[in-house]
């Protein structure tokens, strides 16, 4: 008994280093294909894990507010100023 839960206790640890390396299920995979006519046609596939659907979100929230603050503060100004007189 002692040597079944000695091998569970073995395998759950070598599970925990390599948690770098998500398991095939834990992947988002998309594929898209456009002919634009008969010669000239594009596809593209892309596979990307959990980890990094969330790195993603990230980076496209963190543009977009910059964005939003740029904007906000190049328009300020001209508000109080009119610049067509």
């Known amino acids: 008994m002692d040597q079944t839960l000695d091998k569970s206790v073995a395998s759950s640890a070598v599970d925990a280093r390599a948690g770098s390396i998500p398991p095939r299920g834990d992947r988002q995979r998309a594929e898209v294909e456009i002919s634009f006519t008969e010669n000239a046609r594009l596809r593209a596939s892309v596979d990307v894990s959990s980890g990094g659907?969330?790195?993603?979100?990230?980076?496209?929230?963190?543009?977009?507010?910059?964005t939003a603050v740029l904007v906000h503060v190049a328009t300020r100004d001209a508000r109080?100023?009119?610049l067509w007189r």
Not at 53 to 66: D, E, G, R
């Open 53 to 66: 659907l969330l790195s993603i979100a990230a980076l496209v929230s963190s543009k977009l507010l910059s």
């Open 80 to 82: 109080s100023k009119s």
